[in-house]
């Protein structure tokens, strides 16, 4: 899905540009006063505790796979970025998206240790920008107008970096010219509660309008039709040394939607599960839990820290998750299952359609 891709890129990029130097060592900011007013995207991590517990698993576990896998996401993350990831705290994310496909205002508040004057060069050299520097609002604003990249430090131990415009308006708010966030986006952040990543958005109308304008001949399971009733999506997610726990609000608009929403999810969910090939993987889809609450579908998920350290190294391996071939042997469709959604119709061959004329031997 496209909105997928879009949230998956933002938490992506959290992790692989970052730039930074200092400016006025007097002042401490918190980096959620800082986001701009007018986003549709929030997300927060908590990156020296992610890393720390992953890690911490990897060496109670003993388990050099992990370990392994560790110690690659790190030295590719400081490889790309020019900095020592173990020097990132937490990192703010926020986005306005005008479409499913672009995010041409982005912006990354990071906070850590940020104290090597190289630093700045460090990312020229590794990410390719080449930045020109100019006085915006009291701080120091590195620029590279053709890949439309700012980095603005604020001190030693905090850097905002993203679209051009993205950094200036945060500087902005710093100086009361422009009011923070606040609203529906930032009200679904804060109800996600204190855990180590979380994301809040508004679903854009592209991505609404996406679910009611299916291509003819998808062989969709289910009907998508409640899913254009979205109106924003809350996720949070802890990593303990054990387990991965995972929730999802979505929110419908009208509240019956949600109701019928669930429904397809359960449908879809059985039917991948039902597809699999892959036992362990089938388990695993069959324990996401879908409940219902007035106008809300909520999604509950763990999977213990040995099953996600499996799924790392299948996507690595390049054998994905899930496997959903034609069906395992001897499947059959119970009797009474039903696609919500569809009717009889949508089975019906055009007038016009001929089989192939299959020669004699």
């Given at each position: 899905?496209?909105?997928?891709?879009?949230?998956?890129?933002?938490l992506?990029?959290?992790?692989?540009?970052?730039?930074?130097?200092?400016c006025?060592?007097?002042?401490?900011?918190?980096?959620l006063?800082?986001?701009?007013?007018?986003?549709?995207?929030?997300?927060?991590?908590?990156?020296?505790?992610?890393?720390?517990?992953?890690?911490?698993?990897?060496?109670?576990?003993?388990?050099?796979?992990?370990?392994?896998?560790?110690?690659?996401?790190?030295?590719?993350?400081?490889?790309?970025?020019?900095?020592?990831?173990?020097?990132?705290?937490?990192?703010?994310?926020?986005?306005?998206?005008?479409?499913?496909?672009?995010?041409?205002?982005?912006?990354?508040?990071?906070e850590?240790?940020?104290?090597?004057?190289?630093?700045?060069?460090?990312?020229?050299?590794?990410?390719?920008?080449?930045?020109?520097?100019?006085?915006?609002?009291?701080?120091?604003?590195y620029?590279?107008?053709?890949?439309?990249a700012?980095?603005?430090?604020?001190?030693?131990?905090?850097?905002?970096?993203?679209?051009?415009?993205?950094?200036?308006?945060?500087?902005?708010?710093?100086?009361?010219?422009?009011?923070?966030?606040?609203?529906?986006?930032?009200d679904?952040?804060?109800?996600?509660?204190?855990?180590?990543?979380?994301?809040?958005?508004?679903?854009?109308?592209?991505?609404?309008?996406?679910?009611?304008?299916?291509?003819?001949?998808?062989?969709?399971?289910?009907?998508?039709?409640?899913?254009?009733?979205?109106?924003?999506?809350?996720?949070?997610?802890?990593?303990?040394t054990?387990?991965l726990?995972?929730?999802?609000?979505?929110?419908?608009?009208?509240?019956?939607?949600?109701?019928?929403?669930?429904?397809?999810?359960?449908?879809?969910?059985?039917?991948?599960?039902?597809?699999?090939?892959?036992?362990?993987?089938?388990?695993?889809?069959?324990?996401?839990?879908?409940?219902?609450?007035?106008?809300?579908?909520?999604?509950?998920?763990?999977?213990?820290?040995?099953?996600?350290?499996?799924?790392?190294?299948?996507?690595?391996?390049?054998?994905?998750?899930?496997?959903?071939?034609?069906?395992?042997?001897?499947?059959?469709?119970?009797?009474?299952?039903?696609?919500?959604?569809?009717?009889?119709?949508?089975?019906?061959?055009?007038?016009?359609?001929?089989?192939?004329?299959?020669?004699?031997?």
């Open positions: 899905m496209k909105v997928k891709n879009v949230v998956l890129g933002c992506l990029l959290a992790m692989m540009l970052v730039p930074a130097t200092s006025n060592e007097s002042v401490t900011y918190e980096a006063d800082l986001v701009p007013e007018g986003i549709n995207m929030l997300a927060g991590i908590k990156v020296n505790e992610m890393l720390r517990n992953w890690q911490l698993y990897s060496e109670l576990e003993g388990n050099e796979n992990t370990e392994e896998q560790f110690d690659e996401m790190r030295d590719s993350f400081g490889d790309e970025i020019g900095i020592d990831v173990n020097d990132i705290s937490s990192a703010v994310i926020f986005a306005r998206e005008s479409s499913t496909d672009t995010m041409e205002y982005m912006g990354i508040i990071l850590g240790n940020f104290a090597d004057q190289d630093l700045i060069d460090n990312i020229e050299k590794e990410t390719g920008n080449k930045f020109e520097t100019e006085n915006y609002g009291n701080f120091t604003l620029t590279d107008a053709n890949a439309d700012a980095v603005a430090p604020l001190n030693n131990m905090m850097i905002i970096m993203g679209s051009i415009q993205a950094v200036k308006d945060c500087i902005n708010v710093i100086n009361g010219e422009l009011s923070r966030v606040s609203g529906g986006v930032l679904t952040y804060d109800d996600m509660g204190n855990v180590m990543l979380k994301l809040a958005m508004k679903i854009p109308q592209e991505a609404k309008e996406s679910f009611a304008d299916q291509p003819e001949g998808d062989m969709m399971p289910v009907g998508l039709d409640s899913f254009e009733d979205m109106q924003s999506l809350g996720l949070a997610a802890n990593m303990g054990q387990a726990t995972i929730k999802v609000n979505i929110e419908f608009s009208p509240a019956d939607s949600a109701a019928k929403a669930a429904e397809s999810l359960e449908t879809m969910l059985d039917f991948i599960a039902m597809m699999s090939q892959d036992e362990e993987s089938a388990e695993l889809i069959k324990g996401i839990e879908i409940t219902t609450g007035g106008s809300r579908v909520y999604l509950d998920y763990e999977i213990s820290m040995a099953e996600l350290a499996e799924m790392a190294e299948s996507f690595q391996e390049g054998t994905g998750f899930p496997m959903i071939p034609s069906g395992p042997p001897d499947m059959e469709l119970p009797e009474d299952f039903e696609f919500p959604g569809w009717d009889d119709d949508d089975f019906e061959f055009p007038d016009d359609f001929e089989l192939p004329e299959i020669p004699e031997n």
